[in-house]
């Protein structure tokens, strides 16, 4: 156990804890049966963007296993798919084992360097939520440790009440232990991916929309240029696509997968390189690079899913203000409240080096599970920004009053408030995370900032 000093992703709001790294069952009952008054937190590779796995002047169990895909805690049927994996475990190293076996992770986020536990707590969405929804719908069941030190086995069928409210939980009911996945079926380590630039706003939204043939294709995202003004307001770059076939691609290397790291962000990087005006010159290659007529070609696993893993510790380039990531969501007939959440970034010339739309799907059974049936909008923006709060501020209210919400996993500036407002079946969840936390353990920065655990317990 050593004090260390915490940030999330976007390396704002740093805290002092307790940090334990083990993956050790009994280490783990331990670290939480005689943890003190603060409580005690779980946490993965650290790739929320807030402080969903810190906590101020308690523990945090850091939970993560060697990233060798011939060492890992696993227990792989290449002939079904169904994969038992130690929490601990990134899925990376699940892609490193599986992709040469013509399998691949069900959903992924942005990044690889994400364990299965953070996966499951944060209810994890990619590109195919239209299509395969979010994480928890391919996790066919989880171990799960209480605050009692009980060790209990959860799925849809087997309790439940307590699997879904430990998906999408944000780690509040227990640590997640080990999980069993079933994974997705492929026959080459390439994706088909079908590239087009728009010109707009209305034609980012008739080619995505779901009356139209976004529909046929498993992955669907499109970058905004949330600079654009005037009738380039909402323009935008999708790209879409499925794994490829076998017949597109040559034998003799169709399952080859060999990711790498490329470059390194520098330590230290003065605040302001990522400005209005740097990313207004990159918006603007980045959509002329893009073609103007539909074109397919292939691209690797890596660099359609994951291009920002290429380089390391890519989270440096805002300088020592960090940044904030914002995702909300909105209903699919709620475009002009999307429309006006657009038009009020590019007013105000607010620079968002990575803005990305998602059209979602249908939402699970998890009450605390994000994605809902609707768009959703991801934004990154330099912490240091003048007005940057008062202006997020505003948006909340657009995005809650259209009905909408916001992503916790990214969350490091809304409100109690509006959590509850946002999310209609927190008192449910709340009710669900008291049976499971009867000693009153699990804690993080992120629950004390939005009250997702009983005041009467928090301190």
């Known amino acids: 156990m050593t004090m260390q000093r915490l940030s999330g992703w976007g390396r704002t709001a740093w805290t002092v804890a307790d940090l334990i790294h083990t993956t050790d069952v ?3 009952r331990s670290a939480v049966t005689q943890s003190n008054e603060r409580g005690v937190i779980a946490r993965g590779l ?3 963007y807030g402080a969903a796995s810190q906590n101020a002047g308690g ?7 060697e990233n060798d895909p011939m060492g890992i805690d696993a227990d792989f049927d290449p002939l079904t798919g169904v994969l038992t994996v130690a929490s601990s475990v990134s899925i990376d190293a699940i892609l490193r084992m599986c992709v040469p076996q013509g399998w691949f992770i069900p959903v992924t986020p942005g990044t690889r360097f994400v364990t299965v536990g953070g996966a499951i707590a944060s209810d994890i969405h990619g590109k195919n939520h239209h299509f395969d929804g979010s994480f928890g719908q391919h996790v066919l069941s989880i171990t799960v440790m209480l605050s009692s030190g009980e060790v209990v086995d959860l799925s849809p069928q087997q309790n439940p009440a307590w699997f879904w409210a430990t998906v999408g939980g944000m780690g509040l009911t227990g640590v997640i232990l080990s999980a069993t996945i079933s ?4 026959e080459t380590s390439r994706v088909q991916v ?3 630039r728009l010109e707009n706003f209305d034609a980012v939204c008739a080619a995505m929309g779901s009356d139209g043939v976004d529909d046929d294709f498993r992955y669907s995202v499109c970058w905004i240029d949330l600079l654009a003004t005037g009738s380039a307001m909402g323009r935008g770059v999708l790209t879409r696509g499925d794994h490829a076939p076998a017949s597109a691609v040559a034998k003799e290397d169709s399952l080859a997968y060999d990711p790498r790291l490329s470059v390194s962000a520098p330590s230290w990087v003065p605040n302001g390189l990522l400005n209005k005006w740097s990313i207004k010159a990159f918006n603007e290659a980045w959509y002329r690079k893009a073609p103007s007529k539909n074109h397919v070609g292939l691209e690797s696993i890596p660099a359609f899913f994951h291009p920002l893993d290429g380089v390391n510790r890519w989270n440096r380039l805002y300088g020592k203000q960090g940044f904030i990531q914002y995702q909300f969501i909105v209903p699919l007939d709620r475009t002009d409240v999307l429309r006006k959440v657009i038009e009020k970034f590019s007013a105000a010339g607010v620079a968002s080096f990575l803005a990305v739309l998602k059209r979602m799907g249908v939402q699970n059974d998890a009450p605390m599970s994000f994605p809902t049936e609707g768009w959703t909008l ?12 008062e202006l997020l501020a505003d948006v909340d209210e657009m995005v809650l009053d259209a009905g909408g919400r916001h992503y916790l996993a990214k969350d490091s500036h809304v409100s109690a408030n509006a959590v509850r407002r946002g ?3 927190l008192d449910e969840w709340m009710g669900i995370q008291e049976q499971m936390d009867t000693q009153g353990v699990w804690r993080s920065d992120l629950s004390r900032r939005l009250g997702l655990v009983d005041h009467r317990r928090s301190k």
């Open 378 to 389: 991801t934004l990154d923006m330099a912490a240091g920004i003048t007005g940057l709060a």
């Open 46 to 48: 650290g790739r929320s």
């Open 194 to 196: 079908e590239t087009v």
């Open 26 to 28: 009994d280490e783990i």
């Open 59 to 65: 523990a945090v169990l850091e939970l993560t296993a």
């Open 183 to 186: 994974m997705l079926k492929i």
């Open 423 to 425: 999310y209609p079946r």
